[in-house]
């Protein structure tokens, strides 16, 4: 009997130390504590026999029978807590289910119920992981030890020595000594001690397995002692599975509001907010109110409204004129979210670049302020149309499209014009006195400079004699003074015979070879230009009039200074 009570003193006195380490800060414990100090459970599940008619001697579930009971937990801080349960089961021991052929000769058998109250320390080390500073809760595992006192009651021992084996005759005093006993023999002392694993899903409810083997000063749990091992004291365990409630919730600062429901569980408060301080008494906690001194409205986070327009005065431009919120609490009597106060228009709704005026036209320009609220226009001419940007508006503008001056009311000052014919003509004919042109001549009708055209045999890109004396007179009418600004394009054509791929190419063909033969002889490439037709634009009538190239003289418009 010494033995187990000086294993349960070093289990209890560990769990002791444990717990006082907790308290005093060894092991850090900083969680908040559970919001149930009480928990009430069941437990099913098996009850085993350890003795002389089984084979181990630290017990293992050989024969286990159904057992189940019920526990009654007080938490002492969030790793101790004290067990109270009650258990009842059945234990059997078998000797033909030995490993050893002398005790499956033996042949004993043994049946018995046990019930037993208990009182146990439990220790939960990480029990207060499960919980955080702001008091929410995380599911999880935690693992406990336990160790206590009770006591068991085994009466009613059904035991059969099989005396009817031979070998068993040896026995008959022992075995009568063992009946005797057990009439002074149906309980003990008994010292649970045992390991568990729980599944907390809330800190209200909890799901496990618990392990607990008893220590016993007893050897007639099973019946058989002398006749047996009487050295080696009787021993027996449950396991099973647990489910566990809490109830009985805390209320950590005393503010008549449970911690499980409190959302300011160490700071006293009102139900109506929560359990949280209310330091205005506005219904607000002060841990969500904005104006945590001053008593306000819930919709506006606990801030007062002194002109009730749903703006807190705090944010309101005008405490004391109600107004909507997207002018800032200040009136708008047009509502077009400019404040009357900002409102150089307040009785129309108008644009807030525009100090809430409106603009009718949308020019950017109020209404009071445009000559022309109509018609969009620019500042420059006070909002009024001015189609040619000159600065003054359409409506005062005698040239509305062209830009002008005010002392000709919108009209520009003349300073030059386009050369005429005649004058054109005239200048043609002095740039070309003198000069002994055969193929270049004035088109006096259209005042152009015209050139004879270069024909070509079929399918013929080459120059000949003839063709190369007029590119050449080309080249020494673009050599004048005062022709510098002439160009000559050649334009290539093709009469209709062949493809009109190929005489496209060809009439390409023809242009190139008298370009190249002008820039040969000397001519600006700037002034040069060719163009291939092929057949798609017939200059004659027949065949030879289409195998040709033209040169096009062409210069820009001379323009007459009316300043000189």
């Given amino acids: 009997m010494l033995k187990p009570l000086l294993l349960v003193l070093a289990v209890l006195t560990g769990l002791n130390v444990y717990s006082q380490g907790v308290t005093t800060g060894s092991v850090s414990t900083e969680s908040p504590e559970s919001p149930y100090p009480w928990e009430f459970?069941?437990?099913?599940?098996?009850?085993?026999?350890?003795?002389?008619?089984?084979?181990?001697?630290?017990?293992?579930?050989?024969?286990?029978?159904?057992?189940?009971?019920?526990?009654?937990?007080r938490r002492l801080g969030n790793a101790l807590a004290l067990r109270f349960a009650v258990m009842y089961g059945q234990l059997v021991g078998d000797d033909t289910e030995s490993d050893d052929a002398n005790r499956v000769t033996r042949g004993f058998t043994s049946e018995t119920n046990i019930f037993e109250?208990?009182?146990?320390?439990?220790?939960?080390?990480?029990?207060?992981?499960?919980?955080?500073?702001?008091?929410?809760?995380?599911?999880?595992?935690?693992?406990?030890?336990?160790?206590?006192?009770?006591?068991?009651?085994?009466?009613?021992?059904?035991?059969?020595?099989?005396?009817?084996?031979?070998?068993?005759?040896?026995?008959?005093?022992?075995?009568?000594?063992?009946?005797?006993?057990?009439?002074?023999?149906?309980?003990?002392?008994?010292?649970?001690?045992?390991?568990?694993?729980?599944?907390?899903?809330?800190?209200?409810?909890?799901?496990?397995?618990?392990?607990?083997?008893?220590?016993?000063?007893?050897?007639?749990?099973?019946?058989?002692?002398?006749s047996g091992d009487p050295t080696d004291d009787d021993a027996y365990a449950f396991f099973g599975l647990t489910y566990s409630v809490g109830f009985g919730a805390r209320d950590a600062d005393k503010d008549g509001v449970?911690?499980?429901?409190?959302?300011?569980?160490?700071?006293?408060?009102?139900?109506?907010?929560?359990?949280?301080?209310?330091?205005?008494g506005d219904g607000v906690a002060d841990k969500d109110d904005d104006c945590p001194n001053e008593a306000g409205l819930a919709n506006l986070n606990g801030c007062p409204d002194g002109d009730g327009d749903g703006v807190a005065d705090k944010d309101d431009d005008c405490p004391t004129e109600a107004g909507p919120a997207n002018t800032n609490g200040c009136p708008d009597r047009d509502g077009d979210v400019v404040a009357d106060k900002d409102d150089e228009c307040p009785d129309e709704a108008g644009l807030a670049s525009l100090n809430g005026c409106p603009d009718?036209?949308?020019?950017?320009?109020?209404?009071?302020?445009?000559?022309?609220?109509?018609?969009?226009?620019?500042?420059?001419?006070?909002?009024?149309?001015?189609?040619?940007?000159?600065?003054?508006?359409?409506?005062?503008?005698?040239?509305?499209?062209?830009?002008?001056?005010?002392?000709?009311?919108?009209?520009?000052?003349?300073?030059?014009?386009?050369?005429?014919?005649?004058?054109?003509?005239?200048?043609?004919?002095k740039l070309l006195e003198g000069q002994d042109f055969k193929h270049i001549r004035i088109d006096s009708i259209n005042g152009t400079i015209m050139i004879d055209r270069i024909y070509f045999p079929t399918d013929v890109a080459s120059l000949n004699r003839p063709d190369r004396m007029i590119i050449e007179e080309i080249d020494r009418f673009l050599s004048l003074e005062g022709a510098n600004e002439f160009s000559i394009r050649y334009e290539g054509h093709a009469d209709r015979r062949a493809s009109d791929e190929y005489n496209q190419r060809l009439s390409?063909?023809?242009?190139?070879?008298?370009?190249?033969?002008?820039?040969?002889?000397?001519?600006?490439p700037a002034n040069l230009s060719t163009i291939g037709f092929g057949e798609k634009q017939p200059v004659g009538a027949t065949l030879r009039e289409n195998r040709v190239v033209i040169p096009v003289a062409t210069e820009p418009t001379r323009m007459i200074d009316l300043n000189n």
């Fill in 41 to 73: 459970g069941l437990q099913l599940g098996t009850s085993a026999l350890g003795g002389d008619l089984v084979d181990n001697d630290v017990v293992v579930f050989n024969n286990a029978q159904p057992a189940g009971g019920i526990f009654l937990r």
């Fill in 117 to 226: 109250p208990s009182l146990s320390f439990e220790l939960t080390p990480f029990y207060g992981s499960r919980f955080n500073d702001d008091y929410t809760f995380n599911p999880g595992l935690s693992p406990y030890i336990s160790a206590g006192i009770g006591y068991g009651i085994w009466g009613d021992v059904m035991t059969d020595y099989n005396t009817s084996e031979p070998t068993n005759a040896g026995r008959a005093a022992a075995i009568q000594q063992d009946i005797s006993d057990q009439l002074d023999d149906s309980g003990g002392v008994v010292f649970p001690i045992g390991v568990g694993l729980r599944y907390h899903f809330s800190p209200k409810s909890a799901l496990g397995l618990d392990y607990s083997f008893r220590i016993t000063g007893a050897d007639l749990i099973d019946g058989v002692s002398q």
């Fill in 258 to 280: 449970n911690d499980n429901d409190d959302e300011c569980p160490t700071q006293p408060g009102p139900a109506n907010t929560n359990g949280c301080p209310d330091a205005d």
């Fill in 360 to 429: 009718g036209d949308g020019d950017g320009i109020a209404d009071k302020d445009d000559d022309c609220p109509a018609e969009a226009g620019p500042a420059s001419t006070n909002g009024c149309p001015d189609r040619d940007g000159d600065g003054i508006a359409d409506k005062d503008d005698e040239c509305p499209d062209e830009a002008g001056v005010a002392e000709r009311n919108g009209c520009p000052l003349p300073t030059n014009r386009p050369e005429n014919l005649q004058e054109r003509i005239e200048r043609y004919g």
């Fill in 508 to 524: 390409e063909r023809r242009a190139t070879s008298a370009s190249d033969y002008s820039e040969r002889q000397g001519a600006n």
